[in-house]
């Protein structure tokens, strides 16, 4: 068996399978659970990938750390989505924060997540009982909850979805208005953008809204196994925030496996067109 998840012009990534564990359709979408020949277990939503057990950190590491690393002092953070809880897991790794809160609006990626996935190590079940000591867990929409804070987050990481469906919210304007209220000052947020070739149009288009909100947007790239790689990642910064140094002597303590900080400026070698594209 063979699962592929089919991009633009006929491009696809795939995957050998061996069965399909899980298969249920939620309030908001189609949720499927394969285990694979050579990389555990698979999340597919909507019929793409979301992660392999074997190879999730590659997305999960770049996504967090440089953000966080880049941030002096990050005591209060925000995850928005991130339903298999591989970010939220990511971001406790960081002594520094005191307090972080994930909202995910599906109950069922939760569910399902806890019981088919080895992503969170446990961590949904302590959520979803209320007893971790330093987060929490909100079930709604992350647009409507950043609409009623203000100041609130020094870190905010939207591990979303393509903008479809119940995630494109998470790729407008307004929402990113939302976000920057949010943030205290100095504070900075982070979003997947999609493939950078295959997506190079609403990557650039995300990029140019947050350009309109923030005081200072960055544009990156990360191989992530299962993807349509290199994908994008944005960051925008409010305040004096600043993307490019982070710290080394915090990032000594982590072990990562695929985003080394002492190559940080490595994250920002986009292709000429793209960067022209994008109107770097």
Known sequence: MEFVEWYPRGYGVGFKVRERLYSG???????????????????VIDGTVQLVEDGELSYHEPLVHPL??????????????GGD????????RHPEVERATMVE??????????????????LLDELLAGRHAR????????????AGKEAAFDVIAADSTDPVGPAA????????????????PGGAYVTQ???????????ADAYQKMRRVFDRVWAF?????????????????????????VSLERAARLELTYYDPERHATLFQLPRGVRLQLGL
């Open 85 to 92: 809880g591989g970010t939220l897991r990511e971001v406790l």
């Open 135 to 146: 987060a929490e867990l909100v079930v709604g929409s992350g647009s409507n909850y950043v």
């Open 68 to 81: 966080l690393l880049a941030h002096p002092a990050p005591r209060r953070a925000l995850v928005i989505g």
């Open 25 to 43: 359709r939620s309030a908001y979408q189609q949720i499927e659970v394969y285990q694979t020949e050579g990389f555990g277990r698979m999340l």
């Open 193 to 203: 953008a999609g493939s950078v070739y295959l997506f190079t149009g609403e990557f």
């Open 169 to 184: 919210v998470l790729f407008s304007e307004p929402f990113y208005r939302g976000v920057y209220r949010a943030l205290r």
């Open 105 to 122: 609006i599906d109950p069922e990626v939760l569910r399902v997540s806890a019981e088919y996935l080895d992503v969170d190590r446990g």
């Open 221 to 245: 790239s990360f191989p992530v196994i299962g993807y349509a790689s290199p994908w994008a990642f944005l960051v925008g910064g409010k305040g004096d925030y600043n993307f490019e140094r």
